[in-house]
C-alpha cells in the first residue's frame, strides 16, 4: 500500500511542468485501493471519501441566509438533481463562507464523486485560504475516487511540489524527500499509467527526473510508458530516440545492461576487423614475421575497467553502436505494443464523452462501449479488462447493465473483497435506486454463505424503497432456502398487512398460500389464508384458481368443495363476464372428467350454455365446445350432401374424364361418340366420386 508524503525533506526543482487541462469533469474512475496517511488527516475510507476532518484555522460563523437556504432545501428535495447541486456550489462560492463551501462541496462529491473538476475547485478554495494541509488532504481524497483521472493527479503532484518543496523563501520547513515525491509519481503512473490519454503524466515524471540528474530512472521510465498503448504513443517512442542520442548511454543504462550491449559492440566490431578505438583495419602485415594478433589481447581491460567510459567521446563510434542496440531492441518493443495500439484505436476514437455526466449517453457511445468490452475480454489480459471497465464506468457510471457485467467478470476471476467493493461502489453511490443490482449483491453474499448480509441488504434497500415486490420475494426465498419456515410466514403476513393496496395484499397471499401447500404441505393453512384474501378483493380471479388448486391436490378431493368453489364465482357479480364463463366452461369439464352424476353434468352444460349465449360479446370456449362444433359442422355437411343433386354429365365432362383415367389407369374407356345430343349417363366405373373425409375431433394436423 503505498505511503502518501512527509514534511521533511529537500528542494525539488520544479521548473517544468505540465498542466493540465481545465475542465469541470475529467476521465476519471473509482476503485479506492490506496489509503493514504495525510498529516493531521483520518485515514480515508475506500469506497465513500470521508468529509475533512483537519482543524480548520477559520472558525465557522453561523450563516442564517434564507437564499442558501432555499438552494439547500432543492438538493434535499430532490438529491439526483445535479443542476441544483451546481447551483448550491456556486452559491457558496460567491458568498466566501469557507466552513459552508466545505459543507456543500463534501456533500456533492460524496453524491458525485466522480466530478473530478470539483475536487480541483475545493482544493483551490482551501488554497486561497491559506489552508494548504487542508488542500493537500482534498486532493488526496479526490485519488482516492477517481485514480485514473490524469488531470487531478497532476494538479495533486505540482501542487505538493509546488508548495512542500519550494517554500523556503517562507520560512515554511521545507524538507520533503526526493523518494517522498517519487512515490507520488510512481503512485500516479501505476494506478492510471495505462489510461489512453496519460501520456502528459509520464511525461512530468520523466521530465521531474531529469532536472534531479536522475538518468537511469527517465530511461526506466520511458521503457515503462514504451510498453502502455496509450495516445501518442509515437511520439513518446521519438522522445525516447532522442534521449538516447543526447546522453551517454552509461549515464541512463543499468549496469547490467550497459555491460552486455558494449560486449556485443566490441564483438561485432571485432569480427569486422576494426579497431575498437581508431576505428581503422587491423592487418597483420604490420606485424613482425611470424607473430599473429591475439583476438583478446586488451579486450579483458576494456570490458571490466567502466572507469575509462566516462572520458570516451560523445561520438565515438562505439558509444554510437550501443545507442543503436538501445534503440534496436526499444523499437521491437514499440512495434508490438503499436500493433495492439492500432488494434484499439477505432474503439477509443469513436469514444466522445470519457468523462461522468448525468446526462445519457447517446446510443452510439453505449454501443462502442459494449463491444470494446467484448474485444477486451476476448483478446486482452485480465489487467486490462479490469481498467477498461473501470474507465467504461467513468462515462456509462449510471449505467446498471455494465456494472452487472463487470461483477459477472470479476466473479469468476477476482478475490471476493474486490466483487462485493464493486458492488459497495455501484449501489451506495451510483445507483441507489435499481433493485437488481442490489438483488444480485444479495445473491452473491448468499453465495458465498452470508445470507445474514444479504437479509440486511434487502432490508435496507426495502425500507427505502417498500412498493417493490420482489425485494421481499426474494427476503421470504432466502428465509425459505435456509429452512426458516415460521420466517417466511413472518414476511409474507407483514407484507399482506402492510400492502398499500387489495391486489398487492393478494399478491402476497398467493405466495403465502403456495408456500404452505407446496413446500410445508399443509393444504388447510393455504385454504385459509386465500379465504381471508378473498374478501378483500372479491375480482381476483387468481385467488379463486389458487384456492382450486389447492382442493386438486387433496387425495381423495371433494367434489362438493370444488363445484361451490365455482358455483361462488359463477354468482359473484364483481368478477368479470370473462371470468365467469371460464370457470362455468371449467366446471363442466371438471363433471365431465370425475363427475358421478350424469344429472350433474347435464345440468352444467346447460348452464354453460345459457350463461354463454346471454354474453354476446363472448365465445364460449374448451374442449368440450371444440367436440360440439366438430359434430355439427359434421352433421351440418351431410345434410348439405343429401340435398344436392346428382350431376348431369356432357360428352365433354366424360372425356374429361376418359384422359384422365387414361394417365392413371383407373378407368374404363367410354364409348366415343353417339348420334344425338342427349346427356349420356355413364357407367359407375367411368367417374367416381371419393367419400367426404370428416376428422375425428381427437385428430390433431400434422
Not at 463551501?101 to 488554497?127: H, M, S, V
Not at 350432401?641 to 356432357?650: E, G, H, I, S
Request: hydrophobic fraction near 35%; charge should be neutral; include cysteine.
Amino acid at each position: 500500500m503505498a505511503q502518501l508524503l512527509t514534511n521533511n525533506a529537500s528542494v525539488v526543482d520544479s521548473k517544468k511542468r505540465i498542466k493540465p487541462e481545465t475542465g469541470v469533469y475529467g476521465n476519471q474512475t473509482t476503485n479506492g485501493n490506496f489509503v493514504a496517511d495525510v498529516p493531521d488527516v483520518k485515514k480515508a475510507k475506500v469506497d465513500i471519501p470521508p468529509a475533512i476532518v483537519v482543524e480548520s484555522k477559520c472558525l465557522p460563523v453561523p450563516v442564517t441566509d434564507p437564499d442558501l437556504e432555499r438552494y439547500w432545501k432543492t438538493v434535499r428535495d430532490n438529491p439526483d438533481d445535479f443542476a441544483g447541486w451546481t447551483y448550491l456550489l456556486q452559491y457558496v462560492e460567491s458568498i466566501g463562507h469557507i466552513p459552508e463551501c466545505r459543507k456543500a462541496f463534501d456533500a456533492f462529491l460524496n453524491k458525485f464523486p466522480y466530478c473530478y473538476g470539483y475536487w480541483k475547485k475545493l482544493a483551490d478554495i482551501e488554497k486561497k485560504a491559506n489552508e494548504l494541509d487542508l488542500a493537500l488532504a482534498v486532493y488526496e481524497r479526490g485519488v482516492q475516487a477517481i485514480p485514473l483521472s490524469i488531470d487531478l493527479w497532476i494538479h495533486y503532484i505540482n501542487f505538493y511540489i509546488e508548495h512542500y518543496t519550494c517554500l523556503a523563501s517562507s520560512n515554511r520547513a521545507t524538507g520533503v524527500k526526493k523518494k517522498d515525491v517519487e512515490q507520488m509519481f510512481e503512485r500516479g503512473v501505476t494506478t492510471a499509467g495505462i489510461e489512453y490519454r496519460s501520456l502528459k503524466l509520464w511525461i512530468l515524471f520523466i521530465d521531474w527526473a531529469v532536472d534531479i540528474g536522475d538518468l537511469k530512472k527517465s530511461m526506466d521510465l520511458y521503457d515503462r510508458c514504451l510498453q502502455c498503448p496509450i495516445l501518442g504513443h509515437s511520439q513518446h517512442f521519438q522522445k525516447l530516440k532522442d534521449f538516447v542520442k543526447n546522453n551517454l548511454p552509461f549515464n541512463f543504462l543499468p549496469s547490467e545492461e550497459f555491460f552486455r550491449l558494449r560486449s556485443v559492440v566490441v564483438a561485432e566490431m571485432k569480427a569486422s576487423g576494426k579497431d575498437i578505438f581508431s576505428g581503422e583495419s587491423s592487418s597483420q602485415d604490420d606485424l613482425p614475421p611470424g607473430v599473429d594478433i591475439d583476438p583478446t589481447s586488451g579486450l579483458d581491460d576494456i570490458v571490466n575497467e567502466s572507469d575509462n567510459l566516462p572520458n570516451v567521446g560523445i561520438d565515438d563510434p562505439f558509444v554510437e553502436g550501443i545507442r543503436d542496440l538501445v534503440v534496436k531492441s526499444r523499437k521491437e518493443v514499440f512495434d508490438k505494443v503499436e500493433l495492439e495500439s492500432v488494434k484499439r484505436k477505432p474503439f477509443e476514437d469513436s469514444i466522445k464523452r470519457p468523462y461522468f455526466h448525468v446526462k445519457p449517453l447517446e446510443k452510439s457511445q453505449l454501443s462502442n462501449w459494449r463491444d470494446y468490452l467484448k474485444f477486451e475480454i476476448e483478446h486482452g489480459s485480465k489487467d486490462r479488462i479490469v481498467f477498461l471497465f473501470e474507465r467504461c464506468l467513468i462515462a456509462c457510471a449510471l449505467y446498471e447493465e455494465f456494472w452487472l457485467q463487470y461483477v459477472t467478470y470479476l466473479r469468476g476471476c477476482a478475490a471476493t473483497e474486490n466483487v462485493r467493493h464493486v458492488y459497495k461502489r455501484a449501489c451506495t453511490i451510483h445507483l441507489l435506486h435499481k433493485p437488481s443490482l442490489v438483488m444480485d449483491w444479495a445473491g452473491f453474499e448468499e453465495q458465498q454463505g452470508d445470507p445474514d448480509k444479504a437479509v440486511a441488504l434487502l432490508k435496507d434497500f426495502s425500507v427505502k424503497h417498500p412498493k417493490l415486490l420482489m425485494v421481499t420475494v426474494r427476503l421470504s426465498g432466502i428465509e425459505r432456502r435456509r429452512k426458516n419456515f415460521s420466517g417466511v410466514e413472518a414476511i409474507y403476513r407483514q407484507a399482506i398487512e402492510n400492502a398499500s393496496s387489495p391486489d398487492v395484499a393478494s399478491f402476497f397471499a398467493l405466495k403465502l398460500s403456495r408456500f404452505f401447500s407446496k413446500i410445508v404441505g399443509d393444504l388447510d393453512a393455504a385454504s385459509k389464508v386465500i379465504l381471508d384474501a378473498i374478501p378483500l378483493e372479491y375480482c381476483n380471479e387468481k385467488l379463486y384458481l389458487q384456492l382450486l388448486d389447492i382442493e386438486y391436490s387433496k387425495s381423495p378431493f371433494n367434489e362438493d368443495n370444488i363445484i361451490s368453489i365455482f358455483e361462488s364465482v359463477n354468482e359473484n357479480k364483481e368478477v368479470s363476464d370473462d371470468c365467469r364463463l371460464m370457470f362455468s366452461q371449467r366446471k363442466q369439464e371438471f363433471l365431465e372428467e370425475f363427475g358421478m352424476s350424469i344429472g350433474k353434468v347435464l345440468t352444467a352444460y346447460n348452464e354453460h350454455q345459457s350463461l354463454a349465449s346471454s354474453m354476446p360479446g363472448l365465445k364460449p370456449s374448451g374442449s368440450s365446445d371444440y367436440l360440439r362444433r366438430v359434430i355439427d359442422q359434421h352433421i351440418k355437411v351431410k345434410e348439405n350432401a343429401a340435398k344436392v343433386p346428382p350431376p348431369q354429365l356432357t360428352m365433354n365432362v366424360i372425356q374429361n374424364a376418359q384422359n384422365k383415367a387414361s394417365v392413371h389407369k383407373e378407368a374404363t374407356p367410354v364409348p366415343n361418340s353417339t348420334t344425338s345430343g342427349t346427356a349420356i349417363t355413364p357407367r359407375a366405373n367411368v367417374y367416381h366420386q371419393p367419400a367426404r373425409y370428416y376428422p375425428s375431433p381427437h385428430y390433431t394436423a400434422k
